[in-house]
């Protein structure tokens, strides 16, 4: 997954960048004490968006098939949850054991619309705390501030 970020960060269509644990701002969110265990145990987000080209459709059905092989490979990733049908969908996937997550990976794609990869890096986690820190960017007040150079990224 590493090398398909890094191999991806430059090529045209792409976006990668890294969200840094301190992007949550938790001392002003009000956080049950499971919320802040999990977000103890997160160290970054690395994030890829892939906007589809309309006048290369194949490609986002080429990238869209390397990352489910990537994603298939049971000795790195095994998956918690599968969405959606066909060339839409996603998947959460994760990387240790189910009492040592290394790394939580959110993967969607729409061939209308682009590819997504989040991966959520952190020591100790679980497969459960995916959702709980979702819980926890919801109730938490963002630095916005942090996130300046994505508004470039995300306009059409």
Do not use: W
């Amino acid at each position: 997954m590493q090398k398909y970020f890094v191999d991806h960060q430059q090529k045209p269509g792409f976006s990668v960048f890294d969200v840094p644990s301190s992007i949550i701002n938790a001392d002003k969110a009000h956080l049950s004490a499971e919320q802040k265990r999990v977000l103890g145990t997160f160290k970054k987000l690395n994030v890829l968006f892939y906007k589809a080209d309309p006048k290369h459709p194949h490609k986002i059905d080429a990238e869209r098939k390397q990352m489910q092989t990537i994603l298939k490979d049971t000795t790195h990733y095994q998956q918690l949850m599968k969405f959606g049908s066909g060339k839409d969908g996603g998947s959460i996937s994760f990387v240790g054991s189910e009492d040592d997550v290394e790394e939580i990976v959110l993967y969607g794609c729409k061939s209308d619309g682009g590819l997504a990869v989040i991966r959520i890096l952190g020591d100790k986690m679980n497969p459960a705390d995916a959702m709980t820190f979702l819980s926890v960017l919801q109730s938490s007040e963002v630095n916005m501030q942090q996130l300046e150079p994505l508004k470039g990224i995300l306009k059409p």
